[in-house]
């Protein structure tokens, strides 16, 4: 087995271990599914209008995905750091065209998974059902939250909460990837900011 | 078996069947588990800040669930018609108290589910699993369209897509509900309203 490999994915094994019994085979199912990819800033790994073939595990950096509208204006759906999962789902789950941009924000390593070989392990190793399941649920609680946080917060308690959880992020990006996550003009952002910075 | 609750199971039922090939004891056991429940126009099912037990699957009528903010302003995470499944799913799958109210907005039918006894069903009937991941996966897939909606839609085309996705809502439900769930004042909804006639 390449030992980067194993080192990288040590982190992923470690979690899903902690949610399932994982048998040897189904370990060694996903080392060999599993591809590092180095990536540069800016590089883009899913292109918005083509087929979405691949699925990214994060091990070092930070990615975005976003959609560009008709008027060419970016809104981010996701941030992607260490231990999070990127793509498109909504192609990806839908069988869709991708509707997404996903883009590296710095210097990355990625874990690459072809969605065909990563969804072929639920029919291999069922366990993984339980894995899945545990993780969507999760998933849909964050996006309540957001879903609540966008009608319920204001700007700047968006904000707040925003550097709380993606508290590195902020030196890395510029000001109109996290004022089209907070949907906020950039305007809003620079006020919202120079309010924070008097606090 | 209790002829009435038989009927009203069938879609679920059919559903179900039309995923993953379901048994006659897992199809007994949903039967078993689910207790039919009418219930009226304003009534609350699910108090913000009291523990959740209860999950509904809508036969007839409409629910929404809710959260009220520190200035009693309602926010409309959901609305739920025929065939669609409420609760607070935050406080189920985070094991949280409810944050959010869930109100019958008009006289509705529904099918009432132990959370816990709806959860014991993937030990004993594993087959559910590939079930709830995928409408988990449909889950997400609206939920990441939603976010993005919110972002990248002006007032009048998230009230033009709710229309389309809720066309029998707008009668039941009065004007704050609705603005509640499309994220803009009462009176942006009338503007857009009185707009939308013009057409």
Same mark, same amino acid.
């Given at each position: 087995?390449?030992?980067?490999? !194993? #080192?990288?994915? $040590?982190?992923?094994? /470690?979690?899903?271990?902690?949610? #399932? ?9 996903? !080392? ?11 590089? #883009?790994? +899913? ?8 699925? !990214? ?5 930070? *990615?975005?995905?976003?959609? +560009? ?9 996701? &941030?992607?750091?260490? %231990?999070?999962? +990127?793509? %498109? ?12 941009? @996903?883009?590296? +924000? ?7 998974? /072809? ?6 392990? !639920?029919? $291999?190793? =069922?366990?993984?059902? @339980? &894995? ?14 957001? #879903? ?12 707040? *909460? &925003?550097?709380?959880?993606? =508290?590195?992020?902020? $030196? ?16 809003? *952002? ?5 309010? /924070?910075?008097?606090?």
């Amino acid at each position: 087995m390449e030992l980067i490999k !194993y #080192i990288l994915l $040590q982190d992923l094994i /470690n979690k899903i271990k902690g949610t #399932i019994s994982l048998s040897p085979e189904a370990e060694q199912y996903i !080392y060999t599914i599993a591809k590092k990819k180095v990536v540069s800033k800016d590089e #883009i790994l +899913i292109f918005q209008g083509q087929s979405v073939t691949k699925t !990214y595990y994060v091990t070092q950096g930070c *990615l975005r995905s976003f959609c +560009i509208d008709k008027d060419g204006k970016e809104h981010t759906l996701q &941030f992607a750091i260490k %231990d999070w999962w +990127i793509s %498109d789902f909504m192609a990806v789950y839908s069988n869709e065209l991708a509707s997404l941009t @996903v883009q590296c +924000i710095t210097d990355a390593t990625v874990v690459e998974f /072809n969605t065909k070989k990563l969804n072929e392990i !639920y029919s $291999q190793f =069922p366990e993984f059902e @339980v &894995f899945q399941r545990k993780n969507l649920e999760r998933h849909v609680v964050s996006l309540h939250k957001r #879903i609540l946080n966008q009608l319920r917060m204001t700007a700047l308690e968006r904000y707040h *909460l &925003f550097l709380t959880q993606y =508290p590195d992020i902020e $030196q890395h990006t510029p000001n109109y990837h996290i004022a089209s996550y907070l949907g906020i003009t950039q305007q809003s *952002l620079s006020r919202v900011r120079a309010e /924070n910075t008097k606090k």
